[in-house]
């Protein structure tokens, strides 16, 4: 980008100093005056480009970078941090045992390769909306910071509850994993037995591609910390 604007500046300079020999070949005074008055106008104007080049390397632009790098790390910790998630499997509404996921890197990937969950990866998921914002909101209270990378918070959306369709339309499909996030929602499941969970409106799909969400997130976050954090280190995300 700056290289581009010296180009700019010096094929400017050539064609008005071109122009001014032009139309003033005669006379050596009304050559010199406006030669001058364009290279004290050179020197403000390149002083004022490197002014601004100097700024964004050492000033606010790098703070915020700096900030921001700290916030998605924030996020990463946040969701480390996270006890992860309990499926019931249901067929016929009968329980077929239960089995847990934490989050980490690769989760979709590791997931298709057991062969416990062989069987249930491409079942549709149902969760408890309730049960979904209070098991991210934490996560969510970071997301939401106004300086989080947008690349990021469009690949978190699906942490965010967003209704969805319950009742007679669940037994439409005989076969369902349900999703709690909390011991909260594993009580609540027990209690009632999915009473009010629900095919979420922004999670309606199989356990693969909810899988994937995480490891989307995940890897939006690693991507984005490389990119912009000049530090070498190698992120923990796996599992423990």
């Known amino acids: 980008m700056n ?3 010296i180009i700019i500046i010096i094929v400017f300079n050539l064609i008005v100093i071109y122009l001014i020999f032009k139309r003033n070949k005669s006379s050596y005074e009304k050559i010199i005056k406006p030669i001058k008055e364009l290279l004290f106008f050179d020197f403000a104007l390149i002083s004022f480009i490197m002014a601004i080049i100097l700024f964004d ?8 970078t700096e900030k921001r790098v700290e ?9 480390k941090k996270q006890e992860g998630f309990g499926a019931y499997p249901r067929i016929k509404e009968k329980d077929m045992g239960k089995f847990s996921f934490y989050y980490e890197k690769n989760m979709a990937k590791k ?6 969950f062989v069987d249930w990866i491409h079942k549709p998921i149902v969760m408890e909306s309730n049960d979904l914002i ?3 909101k934490k996560v969510r209270e970071v997301i939401n910071n106004p300086i989080m990378p947008l690349s990021i918070v469009d690949k978190s959306q699906f942490l965010i509850a967003s209704g969805g ?6 037994n439409d499909s005989p076969e369902l994993l349900y999703i709690y996030f909390t011991s909260e929602g594993n009580k609540e499941y027990i209690e009632t037995k999915a009473k009010h969970w629900v095919f979420s409106n922004n999670n309606r799909c199989t356990l693969l591609e909810f899988l994937q969400k995480f ?16 530090i070498d280190v190698e992120l923990n995300l796996r599992g423990i």
């Open 3 to 5: 290289i581009y604007i």
């Open 57 to 64: 390397q050492y000033g606010l632009n790098k703070k915020l």
């Open 71 to 79: 916030l998605v790390i924030e996020l990463l910790t946040e969701l």
């Open 111 to 116: 997931a298709s390769r057991e062969k416990f």
């Open 134 to 136: 209070n098991g991210f």
């Open 165 to 170: 369709i319950g009742g007679s339309k669940l």
């Open 215 to 230: 490891d989307d997130l995940f890897i939006a976050c690693e991507d984005w910390i490389n990119k912009h954090s000049d």
